[in-house]
């Protein structure tokens, strides 16, 4: 694999880590499991992040076809996820919680969930619109460079690691928040929201300039 390559494949997983933002979701899962033990946090962790790898290959392999069958370019899906992931980068940036993620509503109905590794912790809060705009925009992107079939190697494999670190920080959840405390954790949210923010406007300009051109 050549530095290009591996450069992109970098800045693809760590542009997907941060957008599902374990750390956050993390410090959920130990408020939503009861109680949060080992015997209990693993299986939500494993339970979530195949959720979300699943999803994510779902929209790398069907997503850009499904909004054109609606007369969707990509262009205009750079634009609102630019959009959207610029809400997310604000309120992370901010240290406040991501309605675009979930609402209260939603976190509510979760503590009288017995399994919430799918819903609530999954989807919508690991894997939301945000997550699926970057899938379909880095995919894009990659087509570009590298052509169809590398590109989808490439994303691909991201989301494999960008899975396999939400695995083992969800799964070591309650270790990761006694050593980051709250003070940590938001620090943490607030430098994601930094690069979350930097994505959302490369994704608005380019969806602003290709619509224009």
């Given at each position: 694999?050549?530095?290009e390559?591996v450069?992109?494949?970098l800045?693809?997983?760590i542009?997907?880590?941060?957008?599902?933002n374990p750390?956050a979701?993390?410090g959920?899962?130990?408020?939503?499991?009861?109680?949060?033990?080992p015997a209990?946090?693993?299986p939500?962790?494993w339970?979530?992040t195949l959720?979300?790898?699943?999803?994510?290959?779902?929209?790398?392999?069907t997503?850009?076809?499904?909004f054109?069958l609606?007369g969707i370019?990509?262009?205009s899906i750079?634009?609102?996820g630019?959009?959207i992931?610029?809400?997310?980068?604000?309120n992370?940036?901010?240290?406040?919680?991501?309605k675009?993620?979930?609402?209260?509503?939603e976190?509510?109905?979760?503590?009288?969930?017995?399994?919430?590794s799918?819903v609530?912790?999954g989807?919508p809060?690991?894997?939301?619109?945000?997550?699926i705009?970057?899938i379909?925009v880095?995919n894009?992107?990659?087509t570009h460079?590298?052509g169809t079939l590398l590109s989808?190697?490439l994303?691909?494999?991201?989301?494999?690691l960008s899975?396999?670190t939400?695995?083992?920080i969800?799964r070591?959840s309650?270790i990761?928040?006694r050593a980051?405390?709250?003070?940590?954790?938001k620090i943490m949210n607030r430098?994601?929201g930094?690069v979350?923010?930097?994505l959302?406007?490369q994704?608005?300009?380019?969806?602003v300039?290709?619509l224009?051109e």
């Amino acid at each position: 694999m050549t530095p290009e390559l591996v450069s992109t494949l970098l800045h693809d997983t760590i542009a997907l880590i941060t957008i599902f933002n374990p750390v956050a979701a993390a410090g959920l899962l130990v408020t939503m499991v009861s109680p949060p033990t080992p015997a209990n946090i693993y299986p939500a962790a494993w339970k979530a992040t195949l959720t979300i790898f699943i999803a994510s290959l779902i929209t790398l392999f069907t997503g850009e076809f499904l909004f054109k069958l609606f007369g969707i370019n990509v262009y205009s899906i750079k634009v609102i996820g630019g959009i959207i992931l610029m809400m997310i980068a604000i309120n992370m940036a901010y240290g406040q919680p991501t309605k675009a993620r979930h609402t209260k509503e939603e976190q509510e109905e979760a503590q009288e969930k017995e399994d919430i590794s799918i819903v609530p912790l999954g989807i919508p809060i690991l894997f939301g619109p945000g997550v699926i705009a970057t899938i379909i925009v880095l995919n894009h992107n990659n087509t570009h460079r590298y052509g169809t079939l590398l590109s989808y190697g490439l994303v691909t494999a991201a989301i494999v690691l960008s899975a396999l670190t939400v695995y083992l920080i969800l799964r070591y959840s309650g270790i990761i928040n006694r050593a980051l405390g709250v003070t940590g954790v938001k620090i943490m949210n607030r430098i994601m929201g930094l690069v979350v923010g930097t994505l959302a406007a490369q994704f608005l300009i380019g969806g602003v300039k290709g619509l224009w051109e």
